[in-house]
């Protein structure tokens, strides 16, 4: 079992920055690709970026391509989403997810565990 928390959400105005955080913890929180994931309201969760197990190839959805960075540090058990640019249609709860796979991996169904989310809202 991994334990996911997730925290940096908040409100900001369009054309800021907010960087979220994952803390993993319980069985070999390293042994996993990791993923951001983001829900807006009446909308079905959708991939925003992903990372490999060790690091080093990452995924990100067209939408956030150029303003969003993934990175994890392994020695701290932790994931981290650097959001830039931020739009209003960026608003949604954001949710770091594992995978038990080793390469970058994008569908939902791919992932074993998942945090609670954190909500982002971005103002115009």
């Known amino acids: 079992q991994v334990r996911l928390v997730e925290s940096g959400g908040g409100l900001v105005q369009a054309g800021g920055s907010l960087r979220l955080s994952c803390t993993a913890s319980?069985?070999?929180?390293?042994?996993?690709?990791m993923g951001w994931f983001r829900q807006a309201p009446g909308k079905e969760r959708e991939i925003v970026a992903a990372i490999s197990r060790v690091g080093g190839n990452e995924y990100y959805a067209d939408s956030v391509k150029g303003r969003f960075a993934i990175s994890r540090d392994s020695a701290k058990h932790m994931l981290y989403l650097q959001m830039n640019s931020l739009k209003p249609e960026d608003t949604a709860v954001y949710y770091c997810?594992?995978?038990?796979?080793?390469?970058?991996?994008?569908?939902?169904?791919?992932?074993?565990?998942w945090g609670q989310g954190t909500q982002v809202t971005v103002s115009s």
């Open positions: 319980g069985r070999t929180p390293n042994a996993y690709a």
């Open positions: 997810a594992a995978s038990t796979s080793i390469v970058v991996v994008t569908a939902i169904s791919n992932y074993d565990y």
